[in-house]
């Protein structure tokens, strides 16, 4: 897809060819056709970053089929070709079947026409038929060159996976999955209303012919009854069960919601379908039951912030991965686990998601769950399974005996969405584990002021979608009301706290934790979780609440920039959220193609302000003649954003004019994205489960409430790959207090690749590029077919 040309340090000219595809074929193996939101700026990030190494780059269009047909469907592709694609779903190079290529005569064609341009590096978006296809590709690239008589040196392979099934083993997330989960709560939540209004029960049937990570986190974002997903048929009579649990449901709400993967099926390996549902449900209970099929609007539409991320991201790697490339490196494909780069083998890959087929066609569906569990990417589905059960389902209420403990949740400073899915999970968990539940209302005020209520399980039902907080929140801290907050915990009997907030929430828990020394009944388990739009708490690269507000921005300077398709040669200054972090302004002008993002942690002078409107005016002499300029909104206390405003609209007279908008609250407002609703469910449970644990503890070593370790209070934070509890009074040090932020910020390391994407010439840092890891370990016994 790209083509490098660059001098070498030797003052000759080195040559080295990339090539990019989207498309599906894998040669003798099964093709799996796919198109997802997010490829475009896969396509974008390779196309850019393969100029910017002195490339030339190729775009190969419709495919497999194009590289077969050559001609022009190969063409050189330019800066220019790839703008204004960012917000566009779908692939705009065409993805096409191609059954010649799985013909050795026509991958001889396509290595003919490759070579006739010097191609000597496939990039490959698509599923695992793609990746196999460009595999066997790479290996017989050799011998096809010698029945063609013509000379080549070797060809390197790379992979992004393109799948909204999120199917492919080895990855956390596939481009275009989280776009589809978009699309799928979107209609969820419109038809959640009208169930409502007429008491009815719908079942939505989404995609997941093999996996059903779709439906399983549709379920845990919508607070579904029930999920069909193909790994995990349900048990002998599942049928009377379900009835069961519709009724129970009923009888505190006036609807029902049942998600269905399309490739659900029963233990014997018979398909579970909406429609056969919707009879039973509506012979059996007699209720008004409708059944949704979704079908491709999953696929369609605008891609979310976090699937432009992942794409630009992986597309840089991709880059990187084939100029590091050597005749034995194998074929890799590029991903992301956590917020960390990773390079995979790509046929161990390949390898594990074909074997998880084979298990489930043979009805091992045991075993199918554990190769799930093998890579990073499915463990979420397995722990999400365990977690549906006792979040949805009362009859789970049984399940655990009264354990005499009271749990109190309340949420500090500004409300932001997620945070009811937070308190939802904890309370559901909570109740499942014996404990007493309480609710506290308007934060350390309220705790202070005795607004402390018991909370239930119906209470929270409905919760995920909402925005905002349900239990009110407030920004004032604990230190100035510390004796009425110890008097309210012990006449509430509070064992354990979880705080759900920002910064605020953070210097409340270790003003908590310094109050132990004088007040006793603050020496109990104490739990912060991360929620705030600013991403700015020490201990947690993401925060709840934040990707909402990037889709926010992402979404809003998409319309800004496409007002200006018809005027043409104007410039937008943006005005973020975010106090003193630049989180916001950074990922967002990175998702929605800014020229540059004003941040606090980056300082900037005038002269790097004269440079940026040096930059647009050179880029209105292009056919690009529109710009985006984010600001945070406190970068700078003397470069404000009326003053940028100014200067841009004074260095641009005569040939671009300026617009400025400040975004404001509608920052924080607005319904949780999927990602903050699960993720604020999987922290409300672990926070709860790690609370339990910690007064178990307590209790078996006899020393009953009272707990002094600084490891009693943590914050519960997402760390590169793996959730984490970190006691509070460690990352103390890793704060800077007066600007609210962290010390370290793992995201500054995305601001060269938006320059980059931008075409200012700076130099990237590769010193911490993804080495290759493995996907298969060693294979346990018991997977092993007999």
């Known amino acids: 897809f790209a083509g490098v040309m660059w001098q070498g340090s030797e003052g000759c000219v080195v040559s080295q060819l990339l090539s990019l595809e989207t498309g599906d074929a894998s040669g003798t193996f099964t093709v799996a056709q796919s198109q997802n939101r997010g490829m475009n700026a896969a396509v974008r990030a390779t196309v850019r970053v393969g100029l910017y190494t002195g490339a030339k780059v190729f775009f190969v269009h419709e495919g497999y089929q194009g590289l077969v047909d050559g001609g ?9 070709s790839v703008s204004m694609m960012l917000q ?44 196999t296809g460009a595999n066997q590709f790479r290996n017989e690239w050799s011998e096809l060159l010698a029945e063609l008589a013509k000379k080549s040196s070797h060809l390197n392979i790379v992979g992004m996976v393109g799948s909204i099934d999120n199917d492919f083993c080895g990855t956390d997330m596939t481009i275009g999955t989280d776009s589809a989960l978009h699309r799928i709560m979107e209609v969820v939540d419109a038809i959640t209303t009208t169930a409502q209004s007429h008491q009815r029960t719908f079942i939505l049937e989404v995609m997941g012919r093999h996996c059903g990570y779709l439906a399983l986190v549709t379920a845990l974002a919508c607070g579904a009854d029930w999920v069909f997903i193909p790994e995990m048929p349900p048990e002998e009579k599942w049928e009377d069960h379900l009835c069961r649990r ?19 099926m029963d233990k014997n390996g018979k398909p579970i379908t909406s429609n056969q549902i919707k009879h039973l449900v509506s012979e059996r209970l007699g209720y008004d039951t409708r059944a949704t099929v979704l079908g491709h609007v999953q696929r369609g539409g605008t891609p979310s912030a976090f699937d432009r991320i992942l794409g630009s991201r992986m597309g840089v790697e991709a880059v990187m991965a084939l100029l590091e490339a050597t005749p034995d490196t194998p074929a890799c494909v590029v991903s992301l686990s956590g917020n960390t780069a990773v390079r995979l083998p790509l ?69 932001c969405a997620g945070m009811n899915a937070a308190v939802r999970s904890a309370v559901r968990i909570g109740i499942t584990q014996g404990h007493h539940m309480l609710a506290v209302h308007d934060g ?8 402390v209520k018991p909370i239930t399980w119906t209470e929270v039902g409905g919760w995920t979608g909402k925005g905002g907080s349900m239990l009110g929140t407030k920004r004032t801290l604990p ?16 064992h354990g706290l979880i705080i759900i907030g920002g910064f605020e929430a953070f210097v409340g828990g270790l003003e908590l934790l310094a109050g132990r020394q004088k007040y006793e009944e603050l020496c109990i388990p104490i739990v912060m979780i991360p929620a705030t739009v600013s991403n700015n708490v ?42 003193y972090c630049g989180y916001l302004a950074t990922v967002a002008g990175l998702a929605s193609g800014a020229d540059a993002a004003y941040i606090f942690e980056e300082h900037f002078n005038i002269h790097d302000l004269k ?79 790690w609370l339990t644990d910690k007064l178990k503890e307590c209790y078996r070593h006899g020393c009953g409430r009272p707990v002094q370790t600084a490891r009693s209070a943590c914050v519960l934070g997402m760390r590169k790959r793996t959730l984490m509890f970190q006691p509070l009074d460690e990352l103390r040090d890793q704060t800077d207090f007066e600007h609210r932020i962290p010390k370290t910020e793992w995201w500054l390391k995305l601001r060269p690749i938006m320059k980059i994407l931008a075409k200012y010439k700076i130099n990237l840092d590769t010193s911490e590029h993804a080495h290759m890891e493995h996907v298969i370990q060693k294979r346990s016994p018991v997977l092993m077919p007999v």
């Not at 705009?92 to 064609?109: D, Y």
């Not at 449901?249 to 993967?261: E, F």
């Not at 066609?361 to 093998?374: I, N, Q, T």
């Open 88 to 131: 566009l779903g779908g692939t705009v190079i065409g993805s096409a079947r191609c059954q010649e290529f799985r013909t050795k005569e026509g991958r001889a064609k396509a290595a003919c026409n490759l070579v006739k341009l010097g191609i000597t590096n496939l990039c490959v978006i698509g599923g695992d038929g793609s990746l």
């Open 246 to 264: 519709l009724a129970e449901t009923r009888r505190s709400s006036r609807l029902n919601v049942i998600i269905v993967a399309e490739g659900a």
């Open 444 to 451: 350390f005020e309220g705790l202070a002021q005795g607004l």
């Open 479 to 494: 230190a100035k009301v510390m004796e009425e907050i110890s008097l309210n915990i012990a006449k509430f009997n509070i």
């Open 347 to 415: 046929m161990e890959c390949v390898q594990v998601t074909k074997d998880v087929s084979k298990a489930m066609a043979e009805g091992r569906y045991e075993d199918a769950v554990k190769l799930r569990g093998k890579c990073v990417s499915c463990s979420f589905l397995l722990k999400c399974d365990e977690m549906y059960i006792d979040i949805v389902c009362p009859c789970s209420l049984g399940c655990h005996s009264k354990s005499n403990v009271s749990v109190a949740i309340l949420n500090v400073g500004a409300p």
């Open 72 to 80: 022009d469907n190969i063409r050189p592709a330019t800066w220019e």
């Open 611 to 689: 440079v940026n409107v040096e930059h647009l005016v050179e880029k209105m002499k292009t056919t690009v003649k529109r710009g985006l300029i984010l600001r945070n909104e406190k970068c700078n206390p003397n470069y404000t954003t009326d003053f940028i405003f100014s200067l841009y609209s004074e260095e641009g007279k005569g040939v671009f004019d300026c617009r400025k908008n400040v975004l404001g609250h509608m920052q924080q407002g607005g319904t949780p994205t999927p990602f903050d609703r699960n993720f604020g469910t999987k922290m409300g449970a672990k926070a709860v489960l």
């Open 538 to 579: 020490p201990g947690s690269d993401f925060s709840i609440g934040a990707d909402t507000a990037l889709n926010t921005i992402t979404s809003t300077c998409d319309r800004i920039k496409q007002s200006a398709a018809g005027t043409k040669r104007r410039v937008f200054i943006i005005e973020t959220m975010g106090g």
